[in-house]
């Protein structure tokens, strides 16, 4: 029995693992006649550092995010997919993307890029794939760079 899914979701972080995960993901909707959501969070609790609140900085994160989904919506569209989507959020990306939007948007294939994190680094902060692994209610692909020894 074969499924077909209807939404994908896919994290866009800007790394090559993300790009990598893009790639795959234009291929799977095509594949699948399926929606594509291209989605970046900014990750508010890197930027509680700043001394002071300045909206221009949120501003300028989200301008930058947009206009990079914006060329990855091109290259989706060129590519085929017709349902092409932007969400840029605010927040924890790991609750983001496991739980809040795909239940939002009704997404039900999440694509994302294995972490470039090394054991240690994972054992400290985390791994925002771990955890979505860990926490999604819909299907999970995990993209990895297979030249990128960790």
Not at 99 to 113: C, Q
């Amino acid at each position: 029995m074969s499924h077909q899914y209807e939404k994908i979701l896919v994290a866009i972080d800007g790394s090559k693992e993300s790009e990598l995960a893009f790639e795959k993901a234009v291929n799977v909707a095509k594949r699948n006649e399926a929606g594509l959501l291209l989605t970046h969070v900014i990750d508010t609790r890197a930027l509680q550092s700043v001394a002071t609140f300045d909206a221009t900085v949120y501003e300028k994160l989200e301008r930058e995010a947009h206009e990079s989904l914006t060329d990855l919506e091109n290259r989706a569209r060129a590519a085929g997919v017709q349902d092409v989507r932007q969400i840029v959020e605010f927040g924890n990306p790991k609750s983001l993307l496991a739980i809040d939007i795909p239940d939002k948007e009704g997404a039900d294939l999440i694509m994302l890029g294995a972490t470039g994190l090394n054991a240690f680094e994972r054992l400290l902060v985390g791994s925002s794939s771990e955890y979505i692994l860990r926490n999604a209610k819909v299907d999970i692909l995990v993209v990895r760079d297979k030249d990128k020894v960790l």
